[in-house]
C-alpha cells in the first residue's frame, strides 16, 4: 500500500471531462512533480486527491483510508492556490486555531515552532490582512506543515516567494521527504519542482501522458519532458 | 539535487481526539473573534435592525392596541432581514484567501463545521435582538422586561431556528455571485413555519403579558423546526461543503 494512490479518477464539468481515467501511486519518501500546462487539470486532481472535490468517477486512498475520512485528512497538509489564512486574525492565531482543528496536544508550541521555522516570528501577532504576499505564502506554507503531515500537496508553493523563501521551501520539503514524507507539487516551476522531485506525473488535457522516476535528463532540460510526452497527447487526433 | 527516493513504511499521522462539541466550539469561537476584529456584519446588522423599528414607529405611530397585536411580527420581520446579513458572512467569511479549503480539508466534521458557524451566527443575531428590544420598548412603549424569562426562551428558539436554516443556505449560496439575494429568497420561505411559530409566541410575551394555554401548538411547532432542520443541517453538511 502506497501512501497516496489514485485509481481511474475521471471529473466532469458538465460534458466535458477535466480528467480521464488517471491513475498512479506514490511512494512513501517520495517526491512526485505534477507537471502540465495551464487546464490540464492538475489543480482538479490536487484537489480531488485532498478530498476538496469528489471525483465523477474514481478512487483516491491516503494511506489506505478513503481519502475524505478523518484519519486520511489528518495525514494530509495541503497548501492550494489561496493561502488559507484569515486576514483579520494574526499569525499566531491563524497558526494555533489549525492546530486545534488538528487536534495537537500543544497548540501554542506549534504555532510558535512554526513561526520560527519560516521566520515569521518577529511579526508573530501582525494581522495576516498587514502582510506581504511573499509573508503570507511563508505562513501558509507553515500552516501545512503544522501538524508534521505524512502526505504534502502542494499547488503552485514557489508562487511569490523570493529565492530566500524558496529555498526555505525547498529545504522544509528535503527534511519532509528524508523523514520519510510524501510529497505531490503541483507546478509551473519546473526547475524548483524537478530538483526535488524523485517521480513526476505530466497531464496534458486531462489525460495522463507521462508518470515515471525523474531522470536526469529532466533535470538538464525540463522542457524535454514536455516535447517529448506533452505534444504527442496535443496532436488534433488525440484531442477528443 | 533531488532527494533520493527510499523505500520505507509510510509516516502516519494520527487522527485528532477532539470531541464534535469541540471541534464546533473552536470554530464558533474563531468565526466570533473575526467578526469582532472588523464587526461588519454586526455593525450593518444592529444599524438595519434600530432604523427599520425607528422608521416604522415615526411612519405609523401605532396605538397600544395596534402595537399589541403586531409587537412579534414587526420584531420577528426586524430579526429576519437582519439576521440575513449576519447569515450571508458566515460561509462569504470563508471565500477570502480560500479560507474554506483549509478547513474542509482539516479533519473536521462537516457537522461540527456547520454546528460551530450556526452558534456564531446564533450569538451574534441574539446580540443584535438584545441591543434592538430596549429600543423597541421605548420607541412602542411596551413593557417587554415583564415576562423576560419566557421571551428570551422564545428568542432564543426562533433565532436557533432561523440561524441553522440560514447557515445551510449560506454554504449552499457561498459560491453564487448573487448570493446576497439568494439568501433571503431561500431562507424565508422555508422559515415560515418557525416564524410563525415566533411570531405568536413573541406578541404576548414583549407585551409583558404571560403566554397563555393556547400557545403550547406553537412551542411544540417551534421545538420541532428547530430539531427537524438542525439534524438536517448536521446531515447534510458534508455533502453540501465537498462538491
Redesign the interface.
Known sequence: MNPVEVAGVWRFYGDFPALRDISFSIEPGACMALLGRNGAGKTTLLRIVAGLARPSRGKVTILGEENRGRPARASVGILGHGVSLYDELSAYENLRLFARLYGLPDANRAAVKWLERTGLERVKDGLVREFSRGMRQRLAVARAFLHEPAVLLLDEPFTALDDRAIELLQGLLRDAIEQGRTVLISTHQLREALELATDVTLLVRGRLAYTGTRTTQMLEDPGWLYRQYGEALSAPNLRA | ??????????????????SFVR?AL?IAA?DL??EL??KEALNASIAFALVILLLFSFAFEPTQEQTRRMSGGLLWLVFAFAGALILNRSFAREL????L?????????GAALFTGKALASFVLLLAVELVSLPVFGVFYNAQWTGQIGPLLLVLAGGTWGLTVVGTMFSALTVNLRLRELMLPMLVYPIMVPGLLAAVQLTTPLVMGQPAAADLMIWVRLEIAFDVIFTALGVALA?TVL??
Open positions: 539535487m533531488a532527494v533520493p527516493a527510499v523505500r520505507r513504511s509510510p509516516v502516519r499521522t494520527e487522527p485528532p481526539r477532539l471541534q473552536i474563531k473573534r473575526s476584529r472588523t477570502p484567501n480560500d479560507c479549503d483549509a478547513l474542509v480539508a482539516a479533519p473536521v466534521s458534508d465537498v462538491r
